[in-house]
């Protein structure tokens, strides 16, 4: 049931663009995506609900295909502030009750 | 608004012990979700509680159980401790089961 997250590692130059995959055996209600940087809690980026919609925080922003049951998290001109573990995490509920499945993180490094 | 926060921050057990562990979610939020992270194994869930009841359980053995009090403050207990549950220990508060605040966790060693 756990999310696959692609790559599991990227090294980027400080500007380069880099995109995160997600996807799921399961249908999907929401996609989340958190970033955790060494040694802190993750912090919420953004949530997609079901509909193929697309957001946008600063330079990062991710899409959600719902009848592919995948999500990206796309990172434009990257900064060195960008670095850390990006998990992306399923919600598959079809009621009131929250069940979010994380993926095992990509890690993201960016160089000067 | 104050965060998350959890205690004790640092935990050293040794096998066989049980241990508890202690979430105070963001003022207003009723929902508290409990994970488990280790090196490579990213975010694994355990249980989510909300209003006193526990909503959903993840895939660990019956010595982990938690609870959650009427001010929504919610603990996590493992019994019978064993190596494999060094780990850091993350909640999670979240108001309408959407964006969710961590906690900076408990890091559990067992010895």
């Known amino acids: 049931q756990q999310p696959v997250q692609s790559p599991q590692a990227v090294i980027l130059r400080e500007g380069e663009d880099a995109v995160i995959n997600c996807s799921s055996s399961k249908a999907l209600y929401s996609v989340h995506w958190y970033r955790q940087k060494h040694g802190e809690a993750p912090v919420f980026l953004m949530i997609l609900l079901k509909g193929g919609e697309q957001k946008g925080h600063d330079k990062i922003s991710a899409s959600f295909n719902e009848k592919k049951q995948q999500s990206s998290l796309y990172l434009t001109a990257s900064q060195l502030s960008y670095s850390g573990t990006y998990f992306c995490g399923t919600d598959g509920r079809y009621s009131s009750a929250s069940k979010i499945i994380f993926g095992s993180g990509t890690r993201l490094s960016i160089r000067p | 608004k104050a965060g998350v926060t959890q205690t004790p921050r640092y935990l050293i057990k040794t096998r066989g012990q049980q241990v508890t562990l202690s979430c105070s979610p963001i003022s207003g939020h009723r929902s508290v979700s409990w994970y488990q992270q280790t090196p490579g194994q990213g975010l694994q869930f355990l249980f989510e509680?909300?209003?006193?009841?526990?909503?959903n359980k993840g895939n660990f053995p019956g010595r982990f159980s938690g609870r959650q009090f009427s001010n929504s403050r919610s603990e996590m207990n493992v019994s019978t401790l064993e190596l494999g549950d060094s780990a850091l220990y993350l909640c999670?508060?979240?108001?309408?089961?959407?964006?969710?605040?961590f906690g900076p966790g408990t890091r559990l060693t067992v010895l």
């Open positions: 509680y909300f209003s006193e009841t526990q909503r």
């Open positions: 999670a508060s979240s108001l309408l089961d959407n964006e969710q605040f």
